[in-house]
């Protein structure tokens, strides 16, 4: 297990940018596969971005495409979420968490959790 902490959440205006970090506890965490996910207000929680241990795969929501990005650096075990081109529809806490093997990118397939961190995009 490691513990995750994010920070970087806050308010910004539509277009702007932001950049969300996930910081780990653990000698192994470069060994684990990090997702993104986010629960929007009044929604179910739902997946956003995810990467490999190694960082050589990356995976996306489809409504994020080209505007989110992922990566790690385990030097610093730390995994980020540069988000550019926000829209009020981003709008959720938004959480990272790790699993040891990345079998699938639904909730359930990721075990240990951060405590989140709130984006809020006015228009």
């Known amino acids: 297990q490691v513990q995750l902490v994010e920070s970087g959440g806050g308010l910004v205006q539509a277009g702007d940018s932001l950049r969300l970090s996930c910081s780990a506890s653990?000698?192994?965490?470069?060994?684990?596969?990090v997702g993104w996910f986010r629960q929007p207000p009044g929604k179910e929680r739902e997946f956003v971005a995810a990467?490999?241990?190694?960082?050589?795969?990356?995976y996306y929501r489809d409504s994020v495409k080209g505007r989110f990005t992922i990566s790690r650096d385990n030097a610093k075990n730390t995994v980020y979420l540069q988000m550019s081109s926000l829209n009020p529809e981003d709008t959720a806490a938004y959480y990272c968490a790790a699993a040891n093997r990345l079998r699938g990118l639904s909730w359930s397939d990721f075990g240990s959790w951060g405590q989140g961190t709130q984006v809020t995009v006015s228009s």
């Open positions: 990467i490999t241990w190694s960082g050589s795969n990356t």
């Open positions: 653990g000698r192994t965490f470069s060994s684990y596969a």
